[in-house]
């Protein structure tokens, strides 16, 4: 069973820094892209960046285009997310999630394996 783990949030100044990672395990995802979510309480859920799981593709939401960077290591099973210049509006749960090569990359219902979250809190 496919299952993917988020970690790495937590509480980070304005202008800071973090990393998230997902673990990915349970099948081969070659065919899948792989995607960063987030959602802020009271909004829906927002694509911020995907990459193809075997590829060089990247595609990323203009919100966070320069300052965000989608990355994965096919060693390790694992997607990064690396934020900089954090701000107070990234505040969110973040989640990492996976589909086929069929649907949009950005379409959150096209994405059917989604991990737990983990949450970013950023302060001002």
């Known amino acids: 069973q496919a299952q993917l783990v988020e970690s790495g949030g937590g509480l980070v100044q304005a202008g800071g820094s973090l990393r998230l990672s997902c673990a990915v395990s349970?099948?081969?995802?070659?065919?899948?892209?792989m995607a960063w979510f987030r959602q802020a309480p009271g909004k829906e859920r927002e694509f911020l960046a995907a990459?193809?799981?075997?590829?060089?593709?990247?595609y990323y939401a203009d919100s966070v285009k320069g300052r965000f960077t989608i990355s994965r290591d096919n060693a390790k099973n694992t997607l990064y997310l690396q934020m900089n210049s954090l701000k107070s509006e990234d505040t969110a749960v973040y989640y990492c999630?996976?589909?086929?090569?069929?649907?949009?990359?950005?379409?959150?219902?096209?994405?059917?394996?989604w991990g737990q979250g983990t949450q970013v809190t950023v302060s001002s």
């Open positions: 999630a996976a589909k086929g090569y069929s649907g949009t990359y950005y379409d959150t219902s096209a994405y059917d394996i």
């Open positions: 990459i193809m799981w075997i590829g060089s593709m990247t």
């Open positions: 349970g099948r081969t995802f070659n065919r899948y892209i």
